[in-house]
């Protein structure tokens, strides 16, 4: 084997420019599909980071009425649903997949909420001890909040950088003073999560979806809610999940055993549901896959011109060294070594190429996301089977050259030029 593909060498290397034309088609093929796979991965990690954020592995589980999150800026407390007391929550904690609980309360559109005399826009959460680390925030000036806060109900409240660039500018916002529902509230700390996340956005489409996060959050202590809003309002559920894939499972079984635990009137059409942006996800990667396969069946055939000329250039060899392979038949080889030379030579040819193109598809790959600042992702699997499969077209289409010349009649051989 090691001499035959010495010889293959040997003879790419004697035919340069016939070697680099038959192996066109082959670098042309794979240089595509590997530039198509690396932006269908990259554009897929993109569509999951941007809904689900960065990296944090976080599933939400809220109060549902006819399937539409029941928003309780607008709607009265709910007949029949009990606040979540710490018995459900240490069950929701022992969760397959499940790390850590967090419950809290939360506003989207937050009125009589200002500073000095800008309006707040953001979000506004009352959270518990285990929020931050749920969600991986970080205090990056003052304090988070302590025990004392709960226990004694002091008037507190954290802010994300979001808030504390479009709130105070330059100043520092610790120690400064915000208004809610008519009590004034001391800013105490200023959070952000430990992997910053910017969603990319090229739609308004993706506006309106992160609008809300642009504006920023605000959070103050749990026990201070019914101070600000009403008692007994139901609480929504953060889950920390040992890894992204097991965020639709997790989500879905914490669900289920809030509705069952929650729920006292079983007619009242609410139930608990995950807020699954991991299905949204794959939602929406199976329509980006759905097109860029059509687009690597299209390089394909650029993979199929290539072994076409493969067949025809090792038909010419064998024409070419019909003296040569009687010779050796002269002298003993047998059909099965004829038949191994030439195949090894038409698969060195083609895997060469499929070298070449996977070299050539990541620097296209590359290229393309600094130019059009699109995202890739280089999969190390995909280059693998790339150059098995340039092999397997050598193989495939040098079958009939090599069958040929091994077929070939010695004495017949010997007699043309």
């Given at each position: 084997m090691r001499e035959n593909i010495g010889l293959a060498f040997q003879g790419i290397w004697g035919h340069k420019m016939r070697s680099v034309l038959t192996m066109l088609g082959i670098i042309i093929g794979i240089a595509s599909i590997i530039t198509i796979v690396s932006t269908i991965q990259g554009t897929n990690e993109q569509i999951k980071e941007n809904l689900i954020g960065a990296g944090n592995n976080v599933v939400t589980v809220q109060l549902n009425k006819d399937?539409?999150?029941?928003?309780?800026?607008?709607?009265?407390?709910?007949?029949?649903?009990?606040?979540?007391?710490?018995?459900?929550?240490?069950?929701?904690?022992?969760?397959?997949?499940?790390?850590r609980v967090s419950l809290f309360y939360s506003r989207d559109y937050v009125d009589r909420m200002f500073y000095q005399n800008t309006q707040f826009n953001g979000k506004l959460y009352g959270i518990d001890e285990n929020f931050?680390?749920?969600?991986?925030?970080?205090?990056?000036?003052?304090?988070?909040?302590?025990?004392?806060?709960?226990?004694?109900?002091?008037k507190v409240i954290l802010i994300d950088t979001s808030v504390a660039t479009?709130?105070?500018?330059?100043?520092?916002?610790?120690?400064?003073?915000?208004e809610l529902q008519g009590d004034a509230y001391i800013v105490v700390g200023v959070v952000a999560q430990s992997k910053e996340f910017a969603p990319v956005i090229n739609s308004m489409?993706?506006?309106?979806?992160?609008?809300n996060q642009?504006?920023?959050?605000?959070?103050?202590?749990?026990?201070?809610?019914?101070?600000?809003?009403?008692?007994?309002e139901p609480q929504s559920v953060a889950i920390k999940v040992e890894n992204t894939d097991a965020m639709t499972t997790v989500g879905k079984d914490a669900a289920d055993l809030l509705t069952e635990k929650q729920i006292l009137d079983t007619s009242s059409k609410l139930d608990y549901r995950s807020e699954d942006m991991l299905e949204q996800a794959q939602q929406l990667q199976k329509m980006s896959q759905a097109t860029n396969s059509q687009?690597?069946?299209?390089?394909?055939?650029?993979?199929?011109?290539?072994?076409?000329?493969?067949?025809?250039?090792?038909?010419?060899?064998?024409?070419?060294?019909?003296?040569?392979?009687?010779?050796?038949k002269a002298i003993g080889a047998k059909k099965k070594r004829i038949l191994l030379q030439f195949l090894t030579e038409s698969a060195v040819l083609t895997s060469l190429g499929g070298v070449i193109g996977v070299i050539s598809g990541v620097i296209l790959a590359q290229a393309i996301s600094k130019i059009m600042q699109i995202p890739v992702s280089i999969s190390?699997?995909?280059?693998?089977?790339?150059?098995?499969?340039?092999?397997?077209?050598?193989?495939?289409?040098g079958m009939l050259p090599a069958v040929q010349a091994a077929n070939l009649n010695p004495i017949e051989a010997l007699r043309r030029e």
């Open positions: 399937g539409r999150v029941y928003d309780l800026s607008w709607n009265s407390i709910p007949d029949g649903v009990r606040c979540i007391s710490e018995e459900t929550r240490q069950a929701l904690e022992e969760i397959d997949g499940a790390e931050l680390s749920v969600y991986g925030y970080q205090v990056k000036s003052g304090r988070g909040f302590t025990e004392e806060d709960y226990v004694n109900h002091k479009s709130l105070f500018g330059g100043v520092d916002p610790v120690g400064k003073t915000m489409k993706d506006y309106q979806l992160y609008v642009s504006a920023g959050n605000a959070y103050i202590p749990d026990s201070l809610w019914p101070t600000a809003y009403r008692f007994d687009l690597i069946w299209i390089a394909s055939i650029s993979l199929l011109v290539g072994g076409i000329g493969v067949m025809n250039i090792m038909l010419v060899s064998v024409t070419e060294r019909t003296s040569e392979i009687g010779l050796k190390l699997p995909a280059i693998g089977v790339a150059v098995v499969f340039s092999t397997l077209i050598g193989v495939i289409f």
